[in-house]
């Protein structure tokens, strides 16, 4: 049996493309269920390709944001998730969310955390800041954003010719090897049951 996971994006998808491309692997232990975005994206049509069940979730259609984050937590669960990935999911997850699947979602941010954590903009922050060396993260989600217990990280040289855009560019291409590897590695052990 293969880690059921669920994917939550709300941009380009890449992230998710590389983990269904992983996942084209007969022995690559884990497959995407489901896609849940928080407005029309491009991931969705990705997922869409795939043959993923996907849904949008739009925090207009909710009267809050926990209710919103239910709503997504039982589309999970119906879809026998047991591993949640944030992929470029920009909104942040609701307690209650990230207690009923807790430790058991995942975030991939682009910087080497602690570093440049709790922005959206962590890419452009390296380059300004004048570090020599950046990358990536993948970590548990907890109440505190950017800040739960870091699984894996790759290093990503910063060039001095480097714009915002061809270092993103480089961190990109180190998540998609990272998140599929950490996907694979949390489905070789085993997980907290979930209650
Ligand atoms: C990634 O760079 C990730 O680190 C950040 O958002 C971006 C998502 O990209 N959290 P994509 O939608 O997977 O292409």
């Known amino acids: 049996m293969r880690l059921r996971v669920g994917v939550l994006a709300s941009?380009?998808?890449?992230n998710l493309e590389a983990l269904i491309e992983a996942s084209k692997d007969p022995l690559y232990p884990a497959r995407v269920a489901v896609v849940c975005a928080n407005r029309e994206c491009p991931a969705l049509e990705i997922a869409k390709n795939a043959g993923i069940f996907r849904r949008v979730f739009p925090l207009s259609s909710y009267p809050d944001r926990e209710a919103r984050d239910r709503a997504m937590a039982q589309?999970?669960?119906?879809?026998?998730?047991?591993?949640?990935?944030?992929?470029?999911y920009d909104a942040i997850l609701e307690k209650p969310f990230i207690r009923r699947?807790?430790?058991?979602?995942?975030?991939?941010?682009?910087?080497?955390?602690?570093?440049?954590?709790?922005?959206?903009?962590?890419?452009?922050?390296?380059?300004e800041s004048g570090v020599r060396e950046t990358g990536c993260t993948v970590h548990i989600v907890t109440d505190d954003v950017d800040a739960g217990p870091i699984l894996a990280q790759r290093p990503v040289e910063v060039r001095p010719d480097d714009t915002v855009e061809s270092l993103r560019n480089r961190i990109q291409a180190e998540e998609h090897v990272l998140l599929p590897a950490v996907v694979k590695a949390l489905a070789g052990r085993p997980l907290p049951i979930l209650v």
């Open 11 to 14: 941009g380009r998808g890449s």
């Open 75 to 88: 589309l999970l669960l119906e879809h026998g998730v047991e591993l949640v990935v944030c992929a470029g």
């Open 101 to 127: 699947f807790k430790r058991r979602i995942i975030n991939i941010h682009p910087s080497l955390l602690p570093e440049f954590a709790g922005t959206m903009d962590a890419v452009a922050m390296a380059l």
